[in-house]
């Protein structure tokens, strides 16, 4: 078994932040671990172990992790083969690492042990970040069976919850994406005419969107005429029929960061009825996003969104999110989703936070990237808020 390592690095010349920033980062993580008696983390969800360290891989089939004292530099739990990526990504110098195996969860959860047991910390209590979609139930028995003189315990989601207010580099990396997700759609709209299928679409929208600058992951919800009803459908080779709405909801992403935008066209001249339903809902949610202050309290911000909707008889029910929090993402998750705009909610909006405010109904959608400031609300994302049409 190889002990944890620290290595020198010869330059971090991908890293998406400055060292002083990630270190802001780590600093405030700690504050939080101090308030809630938590030695040590332990953490899996790559969005936060992205956020403190800079390290980057698509490579989370295979066990990453983050071990973060209370004190001092954390610690990145590695697959060998990623220490290049660590080298170029992270301003993080420690690395525990362990290569493929036959049996590869012991060898891999036998890092973490090794990396917490480096920091003298692989006793007591350690906080885990058990609603990672990483931390399988499997890896979760095997780290309780190699860890048997610690208290394996929740975290309270104390970097979910950090992550909610950007810092204004966050800010421009939104602002980049919200220009790339609106090539992207503009692309998608031009190219649905009649006779033409949603693929060719679909290749025209991940085009326009590469050309844009837009990383990976290439993905989005390209639906028409009776697929519209499928909320996260893909694009199939449906062919578009004089008068069909065709559904975007795609996104731009720079550095990682997300911007995501909805709109809707018709393959075709619009009709009166399909105007009618659109301006109806583009006002319902204009008049939402104004109220998206800081101190204004998410539930009046939600009912505005909702109540307004089935009032107009759109929809008979409503139960699916108005909006949620969005930025730093990482596949499976299309949003932070830590904030949502549901019945019920009791958080308050605050300056820095970002959302993606959504609205479907009768085959259509809109929806816009909204930044929360202290003179009130931003859309990061501005391309017409209109339906489109082709004549």
């Known amino acids: 078994m190889k002990e944890p390592t620290t290595v020198s690095k010869p330059n971090n010349s991908a890293m998406d932040f400055s060292a002083a920033e990630y270190r802001a980062r780590l600093q405030r993580t700690q504050e ?25 891989t698509t490579g989370y089939f295979s066990y990453h992790a983050l071990a973060v004292p209370r004190s001092g530099d954390p610690v990145l739990i590695l697959r060998d083969m990623e220490v290049p990526a660590a080298h170029s990504t992270s301003w993080v110098k420690s690395h525990t690492i362990y ?14 042990r090794r990396a917490l047991d480096g920091l003298g910390l692989a006793g007591g209590r350690v906080g885990v970040d058990e609603h990672s979609w990483f931390l399988t139930v499997e890896r979760w028995k095997m780290l309780q069976t190699l860890l048997p003189n610690a208290t394996l315990v ?12 950007k810092s204004p580099r966050e800010i421009d990396y939104l602002r980049s994406a919200a220009r790339q997700v609106e090539a992207g759609v503009r692309a998608g709209i031009e190219a649905s005419v009649p006779g033409a299928t949603e693929r060719v679409v679909a290749g025209a929208v991940f085009n326009a969107l590469v050309s844009a600058g837009s990383g990976l992951p290439l993905s989005g919800i390209i639906t028409s005429g009776n697929r519209t009803d499928l909320l996260h459908g893909d694009y199939s080779d449906r062919r578009l029929e004089r008068g069909d709405t065709v559904y975007f909801e795609l996104q731009g992403i720079h550095q990682k960061y997300w ?24 006002r319902i949610q204009d008049e939402a996003i104004a109220l998206m202050r800081p101190g204004v309290p998410a539930s009046v911000v939600d009912r505005a969104c909702r109540e307004p909707l089935l009032d107009s008889g759109l929809r008979e029910t409503y139960t699916n999110r108005a909006g949620y929090s969005l930025g730093l993402n990482y596949r499976p998750s299309a949003g932070e989703f830590i904030r949502e705009f549901v019945p019920g909610v009791a958080w308050i909006l605050e300056a820095g936070m970002v959302f993606h405010m959504l609205m479907m109904a009768a085959g259509m959608g809109f929806s816009e990237t909204v930044l929360v400031t202290e003179q009130g609300p931003e859309r990061l994302t501005r391309m017409d808020r209109k339906l489109f049409s082709c004549t």
């Open 32 to 56: 939080e671990m101090a308030k809630h008696d938590l030695p040590v983390l332990l953490l899996h969800q790559p969005e936060n172990i992205l956020y403190l360290t800079g390290f980057y």
């Open 99 to 112: 290569a493929d195996a036959a049996d590869p969860i012991p060898v891999w959860l036998d890092a973490a």
């Open 154 to 165: 929740r975290e309270p989601r104390i970097v979910d919850h950090l992550r909610l207010i």
């Open 259 to 282: 911007a995501r935008l909805m709109r809707t066209t018709v393959a075709g001249p619009a009709s009166v009825e399909q105007e009618r339903i659109a301006e109806t809902m583009i």
